[in-house]
Structure formats: C-alpha cells, structure tokens
C-alpha cells in the first residue's frame, strides 16, 4: 500500500541551528501540505502546495520557515534558525483530488534544546 | 488557524459502550472528514461526509452533518480498547479548487477494558 514517507522520525537540535525534514507524498498526488501539531492540540496548516506551486503559506512564519517542492514530487521544510517554541510534531500529507482523503505520514517529532 | 471545535475535549468510557464526539465549524464547507491519531503517530482517515449528505455508516463508526448548525458528530459504536486515539474533524470548504484541510482540536478517546 502506497505511504507517504518522511524523514527524520525524530530530530533533537540546538536553538540557533538549521533543521530541514523531508516528505516524499503517494505517486500522483498534486497536493501536499505541511501541518505543525503542538501536543495535544490539532494539527495547523504551514504550508499547502498544488503541484509545485505554493497555494496557502499565511501560517508559515517566513522570517524562519521556508518550504519547496522544486518538482513538484517530494518537499523538504526548513527551520533556520530554530527557536525552543519551534519544538513540535511535524505532519506531511498528501491529498488526491478525487477525493480530498488526504494520507499522512508519521511525522517529525522535533526537540529543540 | 483551526475551522473546527471538537466536544469533549477528552472522553472517557468504558469497553463496549459507544462514543460521540461533536465538531462544529465556522464556514461553508465541500465536506467534512473525520481522522484518528494514535500517540505519537500520524492521522488516519476515517471516514468523509459531504455537504449534501446527512448521515454516513462505515463499520462501527456513524457521521451526522448538519449544514444549518455547522456541526458533524462521530459515533462509534461498541467501543474497544483499540479504539484508545484521538479523533479530529477537517473541512474541505466550499468553492471549486479549493483543497484547504483545516483540523479542529481534537478529542482524545479513552476505553477502559
């Protein structure tokens, strides 16, 4: 069964450094989101793409955030420079059209000391 | 910014009995889904109601939308320890092209064997 694949699983960084995670979405879907989940809460929007254009970045803070998805594949999300508040779960997903069921990945659980 | 507002925020019962969780949200909407994350892990999608459908049926779980009150409810019905996971609703607004998936807070579901 297709998954959409992202890597680290975890990351533990010092304040100040760059961090980057990377997602790779199920073949053939346009959509792919990046989501921020604070535990125990719900997963916010950072950035949502369609193809490889930029559909909805108003939630990425762009002072230290920064997304691409150069061919419109796989995507990586950078953090630079990190912040102690930056420490939480990072979600990729990828959606297809038909349906709008939009499929996870396990996510990034990020640390930030 | 998160669309929905999930109710309770956390639920407890016991195996075998059923489990309602409520979500409203604030504006016209495609459809609604409804996901489960398991701690630690990445979401899960459940099942899906569109905006011109009033009850939906999948295994254990039944969805109700009321479009007039902004509002879906998740039963599940004969609950089991496995079902022990936090549930989000997401919209999907209105509008053609739109494919914003936007998370409530979520309800964390306890079953108590």
């Known amino acids: 069964e297709a998954e959409v694949a992202q890597s680290p699983r975890y990351k533990i960084t010092e304040k100040s450094q760059a961090v980057a995670f990377w997602c790779d979405p199920i073949?053939?879907?346009?959509?792919l989101y990046w989501y921020r989940q604070i535990l125990g809460q719900g997963p916010e929007l950072l950035v949502q793409?369609?193809?490889?254009?930029?559909?909805?970045d108003s939630q990425l803070p762009k002072d230290r955030f920064s997304a691409e998805r150069l061919k419109g594949v796989d995507s990586t999300l950078k953090i630079q420079p990190a912040e102690l508040g930056d420490s939480a779960m990072y979600l990729c997903?990828?959606?297809?059209?038909?349906?709008?069921?939009?499929?996870f990945g396990q996510g990034t659980r990020l640390t930030v000391v | 910014s998160q669309q929905g507002e999930e109710d309770p925020q956390a639920l407890s019962i016991q195996e075998g009995e059923n489990a309602t969780m409520n979500c409203s949200y604030k504006?016209?909407?495609?459809?609604l889904q409804w996901y489960r994350q398991n701690s630690g892990r990445g979401l899960v999608h459940l099942i899906l109601?569109?905006?011109?459908?009033r009850e939906k049926h999948s295994g254990r779980l039944r969805v109700t939308l009321d479009t007039s009150k902004k509002s879906s409810s998740l039963l599940i019905t004969a609950s089991r320890a496995a079902d022990t996971a936090s549930y989000f609703c997401?919209?999907?607004?209105?509008?053609?092209?739109?494919?914003?998936?936007?998370f409530g807070k979520g309800t964390k579901l306890s079953v108590i064997p």
């Open positions: 997903a990828s959606m297809t059209e038909s349906t709008t069921e939009a499929f």
């Open positions: 073949s053939g879907h346009a959509t």
């Open positions: 793409f369609q193809d490889e254009s930029v559909v909805d």
């Open positions: 504006t016209s909407i495609n459809n």
């Open positions: 109601i569109r905006s011109n459908e």
């Open positions: 997401a919209t999907v607004p209105s509008g053609a092209g739109s494919y914003q998936l936007t």
